[in-house]
T-cell receptor
Framework: GAGVSQSPSNKVTEKGKDVELRCDPISGHTALYWYRQSLGQGLEFLIYFQGNSAPDKSGLPSDRFSAERTGGSVSTLTIQRTQQEDSAVYLC??????????????FGPGTRLTVT | GENVEQHPSTLSVQEGDSAVIKCTYSDSASNYFPWYKQELGKRPQLIIDIRSNVGEKKDQRIAVTLNKTAKHFSLHITETQPEDSAVYFCGGATNKLIFGTGTLLAVQP
């Protein structure tokens, strides 16, 4: 079946502009994560959606970052007033978590964001 | 909240040797510890995981050990091959999954 998809695959934007990154999780997966991976760096947790619960936003680096998940499926990560330090690969992952993050996460291909 | 530390950041071994990557976690309530492998230019994929009620798990050439008292767990790869070269991430989870900073493993032929 279809895996996790993300769009766009690449995004180049000018400093100060807003960007929206999209994630389509695997159908039926209740948990969805956003991570940020800077060049040669680790997987930085950003936000976690689990079913209908309030999202865990504890990893968002500033109030310029926000995310929503509509209808328990598609998620959008929005970065307002982009800065050069926002340049990174943004990865989305979903899992069938049933209340606990103890199931395999399936990652999307990522969106490479470059802020010029 | 949970914090996961991973060492070393880079590891170079000769083909056929063993490789060990170590992680420590801060939250004693953590109950799930996965390991992901990310090959160059690809997305991370789960290679093995262990739950807190188990001390060791093995799958062919890879094994993971967990010491709950010391709050650390390790990935062991035996008989390394060039295709094992990748970045490896450990994770720790209570109510959400947090990853370590990754280990770049290079297997020299």
């Amino acid at each position: 079946g279809a895996g996790v998809s993300q769009s766009p695959s690449n995004k180049v934007t000018e400093k100060g502009k807003d960007v929206e990154l999209r994630c389509d999780p695997i159908s039926g997966h209740t948990a969805l994560y956003w991570y940020r991976q800077s060049l040669g760096q680790g997987l930085e947790f950003l936000i976690y959606f689990q079913g209908n619960s309030a999202p865990d936003k504890s990893g968002l680096p500033s109030d310029r970052f926000s995310a929503e998940r509509t209808g328990g499926s598609v998620s959008t990560l929005t970065i307002q007033r982009t800065q050069q330090e926002d340049s990174a690969v943004y990865l989305c992952a979903s899992s069938f978590a049933a209340g606990l993050p103890s199931y395999e996460q399936y990652f999307g291909p990522g969106t490479r964001l470059t802020v010029t | 909240g949970e914090n996961v530390e991973q060492h070393p950041s880079t590891l170079s071994v000769q083909e056929g040797d063993s490789a060990v990557i170590k992680c420590t976690y801060s939250d004693s309530a953590s109950n799930y510890f996965p390991w992901y492998k990310q090959e160059l230019g690809k997305r991370p994929q789960l290679i093995i995981d262990i739950r807190s009620n188990v001390g060791e798990k093995k799958d062919q050439r890879i094994a993971v050990t967990l010491n709950k008292t010391a709050k650390h767990f390790s990935l062991h790869i035996t008989e390394t091959q060039p295709e094992d070269s990748a970045v490896y991430f450990c994770g720790g989870a209570t109510n959400k999954l947090i990853f370590g900073t990754g280990t770049l493993l290079a297997v020299q032929p």
